[in-house]
């Protein structure tokens, strides 16, 4: 079969197809290509229309694409003359033919084709122009890419961001309007400075306003462990200041947690620290160390009155004496300044920060009846007595007549209020009130003074004492024995006769006599104010063995303190009333008003003329010759008293040695003061100081006082024996 004719298919138009990519490829032109032909493919490869004449689509009418540059570029850099189509090869200027590219599927004229009868563009399938080079196969139309529109995105940035500016702007109004109480507290708690502004406690004054414990100001160092850089440098640079050990410093400053969680940021290094050794501790500008304003405890006389004023924590808490027991009265309610400050290196007050003051509120002061002179006396004199007995323990005790105030009590061993660390525990004690004694013969006054005032025995009389007396299975002997002979009540107190003593509590019956002692205030404390008092005990009359009806008369089986028997002797140099002991005259407020303490108890024990005979009976002991207690008699007064010799009871136990005593007033016919002087000698010997001590406290305290002496003419004259 003969070759068909390769001659160009022409479409319903009658233009030819296919002679404008034959022409291309006959002159070497190039074919188009690029970017921007995609355009000119359409879906499902339809033919393209050519024709001279090009035909405008839609988005070439536009007076602006912002991509059009960068097509161009992309195409090789070609121009396109006709605005809206594509770029013409250069064959058409030689009167080539053109091929205009559709830009929408619908310009090609083949989809007007039924689906069946639809041509392929160029040559048919396995037929070649003569002459003409292969033609490549036609490409797969490629889709155009879908470019964005920039003023979509540029409405959904705008939109964005206006919400996250208004959900910015809503917290903030929140913050500011609903919850700034709730976050400004929370920060400001972060900020806040709190220091304890300690109260001053109140002093301790004497009757006559003498300071014997008082308050001044100090500083106390503190250290806050999570600033502490440097532990041991710092422990070393204070050590020397502050007088504690590097070690002690060191542990004190290491961190610890409290309960909460948090690390504390406080800890005492010391307290009651002076003034100027502070300020040199501040000059060291050490990290984490300050100082603020505390107070520390002075006690002007060192062991003046120790055992009765007591001693105060570091922290000022009383511990013993007077200042434990009246703490509620001496201490105050400390103040708190808190603040708004920094923190680490700016840790100082924020000007115009929150601040607030409560000013500490001082305690009250206590005016006490001691006479700060008479006392440091009877300190002295106490003590020079019983320096010479090894393991003794004293006490004195005097009291003004009639108002019961007490106006000294020591107590020996002392110690320096100044420096408890330095004493032992039972020298530290108020003897004169811890000090339980079986009294023994002093306390043979209160049986006479029962015995007179029931009516059983009168000042006159008198009656054979015998050698010894049996009561029980025990026997009881005078150490002067009368040998039956005939005694008068005067001669009976002056020799201290024990069976003289015991007739008289026969006639008297136990019952009797267990009621004056209880009037005479023994078997209860005296309430005096000091802590810790004894109140001894009376032996019950269901108690009483066949002995006790010899032993109870004459001060055995009883306990009692020394200050007990000082004040059943003030009773009878009161005249027969007993006025219960004072210590504290009166308290003192931080403003200066001043309230006395309440009234002393008082109450009837002897008629005063009973009272009075007693006083006289007892002056027999200091005026008798060979009576027991001729050593205290004091020149130019009358002196009226008794010895006494007993046992110290720990715990209800008897101890060793002996318990010597000598209790007495002065002036004998109108009292003044009554003394009394107790002394527990493990050797014995005890006789030997107390009523010496007595003498000497008696003459100091009158003439101190300026009492006038007593006039001899009327001193009772004695009679030991009548008959």
Known sequence: MPPRSEEPRRDATGSRRGSSRAGG????????????DARAYTPRGRSIREGGEQRRTPRTGRSGDPFRPALQ???????????????????????????????????????????????RAGPRPGRRPEGRAPRRPARKPRRAPKLADPRRRLRLATVLTLAVFATIGVRLVVLQAVETPAWAGGGLSDRLVRIDLPA???????????????????????????????????????????GIPVSELVDKMRGRTLENGQPSEF???????????????????????????????????????????????????????????????????????????GRNQLAAPIPGGYSQTTEADPGSSLQLTVDRDLQFRVQRILAEQMANTRGSTGAAVVLEIPTGEVLAQASYPGYDAAKPDASKPVDRDD??????????????????????????IKPDTAFPVANAIRKGDTWFADTKPAG??????????????????????????????????????????????????????????????????????????????????AAAYAAIANNGTYVQPKLVKQTIAPDGTRTPTPAAKTHRVLSPENAAALRTIMEAVTTVPDATGLSAAVSGYRVAGKTGTGWRLVDGRKQPGEVASFIGMAPADNPRYVIAVFAHTPGGGGGAITAPAFGDMMRFTLQHYRVPPSTSDDAPKFVVYPR
């Open 484 to 565: 039956g002979r005939t005694m008068s009540l005067a001669g009976m107190m002056a020799y201290s006769s024990n069976v003289g003593t015991i007739e008289i509590a026969d006639r008297l019956g136990p019952e009797r006599l267990i009621e004056y002692q209880k009037r005479f205030g023994l078997g209860q404390p005296t309430g005096v104010g000091m802590p810790g008092e004894a109140g001894g005990r009376i032996l019950p009359v269901g108690e009483w063995s066949g002995s006790s009806h010899g032993s109870v008369p004459i001060g055995h089986s009883v306990d009692a303190t020394p200050l007990q028997m």
């Open 200 to 242: 001053p406690r109140g002093a301790i004054y004497d009757r006559f306003d003498a300071p014997l414990a008082n308050s001044v100001e100090a500083r106390y160092v503190f250290a806050d462990p999570t600033r502490v850089q440097d532990l041991s440098a710092t422990a070393q640079a204070l050590s020397p200041l502050l």
């Open 267 to 341: 800890v005492y290094l010391a307290r009651g620290v002076p003034i100027d050794r502070a300020r040199q501790i501040m000059a060291l500008e050490l990290d984490g160390i300050g100082a603020h304003r505390d107070e520390r405890r002075e006690v002007p006389n060192g062991d003046l009155a120790a055992n009765l004023i007591g001693f105060t924590s570091d922290d000022m808490v009383g511990l013993e004496g007077l200042e434990a027991r009246y703490d509620n009265v001496l201490s105050g309610v400390d103040g708190r300044r808190v603040y708004e400050a």
């Open 25 to 36: 490829a006959r002159t070497g032109e190039p074919t188009g290509g690029g970017i921007s």
């Open 431 to 456: 003897a004169a009130t811890s000090f339980v004694v079986d009294p023994g013969s002093v306390h043979k006054a209160i049986t006479f003074g029962a015995a007179l005032e029931e009516g059983v």
């Open 73 to 119: 570029v992309l195409d090789g850099g070609r121009a396109n003359p006709a605005r809206g189509g594509r770029p013409q090869p250069a064959s058409a200027a030689r009167g080539g033919v053109v091929r205009t590219v559709p830009t929408r599927p619908d310009d090609d004229l083949d989809d007007d084709l039924p689906a069946p009868t639809r041509r």
